[in-house]
């Protein structure tokens, strides 16, 4: 048996080839078109992924930036802490001192007071006994004055 060729006209195989072409262009044309879509949608998103980088690397380095200002300023708080409280410290132990000194200015007032105290004590006792002698130089002056004057006029008696 010989198989019989068939033979299709030129002009059938062309309308076929034509049909079939067209038929896969529509079919393609759908998810040509929804590819594209997509890869449009996939540009717009990898746009926009970019932008979104962009913007969290900008506010990372935003928040760098503060951090390291924070920890400057935590660090010179701590600075102004210390100082105050060495401040305060020193203002304390000053106070302290300035206390002591009081007291012992305190002391050294009631010492000198004590003192010239009995400088004026011992003062009046001299000018009582320096008096009492003045008063006795005196009663024995006139004391003197009285014997020559009573010599005297026994002398002239007696002569």
Partial sequence: M???????PEAIVSALGDWVQQTAEAAVAGPREALARTEEALQ???????????ARDQAKALADERDEE?????????????????ALVGKAKDQLAIEGKDAQLADLRAQIERNVAAAAALSDARLTAEMELVGAVTARDNYA???????????????
């Fill in 145 to 159: 004055a009285e014997i020559k004057e009573l010599r005297a006029r026994l002398a002239a008696r007696h002569s």
């Fill in 70 to 86: 924070i920890q400057q300023l935590m660090a010179e708080l701590r600075n102004a802490r210390s100082i105050a409280t060495d």
């Fill in 44 to 54: 717009a998103a990898r746009a926009e992924l970019a932008d979104t980088t962009a």
């Fill in 2 to 8: 010989t198989a019989a060729k068939l033979e299709i």
